[in-house]
Protein backbone atom coordinates (compact mmCIF):
# COMPACT_ATOMS: atom_id res chain seq x y z
CA UNK A 1 0.00 0.00 0.00
CA UNK A 2 1.69 3.77 -0.61
CA UNK A 3 0.38 6.40 1.38
CA UNK A 4 0.55 10.14 1.00
CA UNK A 5 -0.63 12.68 4.10
CA UNK A 6 -1.47 16.22 3.39
CA UNK A 7 -2.99 18.82 5.11
CA UNK A 8 -0.14 20.25 7.12
CA UNK A 9 0.53 23.83 7.90
CA UNK A 10 1.08 26.80 10.07
CA UNK A 11 -1.22 27.52 12.72
CA UNK A 12 -1.55 29.51 16.35
CA UNK A 13 -1.40 27.78 19.53
CA UNK A 14 -4.97 27.06 20.34
CA UNK A 15 -6.18 26.48 16.65
CA UNK A 16 -7.00 23.09 14.74
CA UNK A 17 -5.79 21.65 11.53
CA UNK A 18 -6.82 18.48 9.97
CA UNK A 19 -4.17 15.72 8.30
CA UNK A 20 -5.56 13.41 5.91
CA UNK A 21 -3.42 10.21 4.59
CA UNK A 22 -4.69 8.76 0.78
CA UNK A 23 -4.38 5.50 0.49
CA UNK A 24 -3.64 3.43 -2.13
CA UNK A 25 -5.19 -0.47 -2.92
CA UNK A 26 -7.76 -2.38 -2.34
CA UNK A 27 -7.78 -4.18 0.92
CA UNK A 28 -7.36 -0.83 2.44
CA UNK A 29 -9.45 -2.56 5.41
CA UNK A 30 -7.43 -5.23 6.01
CA UNK A 31 -4.85 -2.37 7.68
CA UNK A 32 -4.18 -0.98 11.15
CA UNK A 33 -3.24 2.84 10.77
CA UNK A 34 -1.06 4.52 12.88
CA UNK A 35 -0.20 8.53 12.98
CA UNK A 36 3.51 9.64 14.14
CA UNK A 37 5.06 12.77 14.31
CA UNK A 38 9.08 13.62 14.58
CA UNK A 39 10.44 16.67 16.20
CA UNK A 40 13.67 18.38 15.47
CA UNK A 41 15.99 16.60 17.32
CA UNK A 42 13.52 13.98 18.54
CA UNK A 43 12.81 10.45 18.45
CA UNK A 44 10.07 9.60 16.22
CA UNK A 45 6.70 9.02 18.12
CA UNK A 46 3.20 7.65 17.60
CA UNK A 47 0.32 9.72 18.50
CA UNK A 48 -2.62 7.64 17.48
CA UNK A 49 -3.74 4.57 15.95
CA UNK A 50 -6.75 2.81 15.33
CA UNK A 51 -7.96 -0.21 13.86
CA UNK A 52 -9.31 -1.60 10.57
CA UNK A 53 -12.70 -0.64 11.77
CA UNK A 54 -11.71 2.71 13.27
CA UNK A 55 -14.41 0.64 16.26
CA UNK A 56 -10.71 0.94 18.80
CA UNK A 57 -8.20 3.89 18.52
CA UNK A 58 -5.15 4.56 20.81
CA UNK A 59 -4.16 7.97 21.82
CA UNK A 60 -0.87 9.15 23.17
CA UNK A 61 -1.24 10.99 26.59
CA UNK A 62 0.11 14.06 25.39
CA UNK A 63 -2.76 14.58 22.47
CA UNK A 64 -5.97 12.85 24.30
CA UNK A 65 -8.62 14.73 24.65
CA UNK A 66 -7.12 17.17 21.89
CA UNK A 67 -6.88 14.70 18.58
CA UNK A 68 -8.70 12.42 17.24
CA UNK A 69 -8.12 10.22 14.99
CA UNK A 70 -10.77 8.34 12.27
CA UNK A 71 -10.68 6.27 9.37
CA UNK A 72 -13.12 6.17 5.66
CA UNK A 73 -12.48 2.62 4.60
CA UNK A 74 -14.87 4.16 1.36
CA UNK A 75 -12.11 6.56 0.70
CA UNK A 76 -9.27 5.01 1.78
CA UNK A 77 -8.64 7.39 3.92
CA UNK A 78 -7.44 7.70 7.95
CA UNK A 79 -7.66 11.34 9.25
CA UNK A 80 -6.42 13.02 11.97
CA UNK A 81 -8.21 15.99 13.50
CA UNK A 82 -5.86 18.05 15.36
CA UNK A 83 -7.54 21.22 18.03
CA UNK A 84 -5.71 23.05 20.77
CA UNK A 85 -2.70 22.76 19.64
CA UNK A 86 0.39 23.59 21.59
CA UNK A 87 3.89 24.77 20.30
CA UNK A 88 5.00 21.52 20.86
CA UNK A 89 2.91 19.85 18.45
CA UNK A 90 4.93 21.11 15.97
CA UNK A 91 6.72 18.46 14.08
CA UNK A 92 6.66 16.26 11.05
CA UNK A 93 3.32 14.00 10.86
CA UNK A 94 3.23 10.48 9.71
CA UNK A 95 0.74 8.06 9.00
CA UNK A 96 1.89 4.57 8.77
CA UNK A 97 0.26 1.45 7.70
CA UNK A 98 0.21 -2.42 9.18
CA UNK A 99 -1.14 -5.13 7.58
CA UNK A 100 -3.31 -5.74 10.76
CA UNK A 101 -6.58 -5.58 12.27
CA UNK A 102 -5.92 -4.59 15.72
CA UNK A 103 -4.61 -1.33 16.96
CA UNK A 104 -0.57 -1.48 16.44
CA UNK A 105 1.41 0.84 18.81
CA UNK A 106 4.84 0.20 18.10
CA UNK A 107 6.43 1.73 14.99
CA UNK A 108 8.99 -1.50 14.08
CA UNK A 109 5.56 -2.76 13.22
CA UNK A 110 4.30 -0.59 10.61
CA UNK A 111 5.30 -1.80 7.22
CA UNK A 112 4.68 0.96 4.83
CA UNK A 113 5.22 5.02 5.49
CA UNK A 114 3.67 8.42 4.14
CA UNK A 115 6.19 10.97 2.91
CA UNK A 116 5.60 12.93 6.22
CA UNK A 117 3.43 16.70 6.28
CA UNK A 118 5.36 19.66 8.19
CA UNK A 119 3.16 21.25 10.96
CA UNK A 120 4.25 24.18 12.25
CA UNK A 121 2.41 25.68 15.81
CA UNK A 122 3.26 29.13 16.98
CA UNK A 123 3.03 30.42 20.31
Known amino acids: VQLQAFGGGFVQAGGSLRLSCAAS????????MGWFRQAPGKVRELVAA????????YYADSVKGRFTISRDNTKNAVYLQMNSMKPEDTAVYYC?????????????????WGQGSLVTVSS
Open 50 to 57: INWSGGST
Open 96 to 112: AADYNRGVVTTAKAYNY
Open 25 to 32: GRTFSSYA
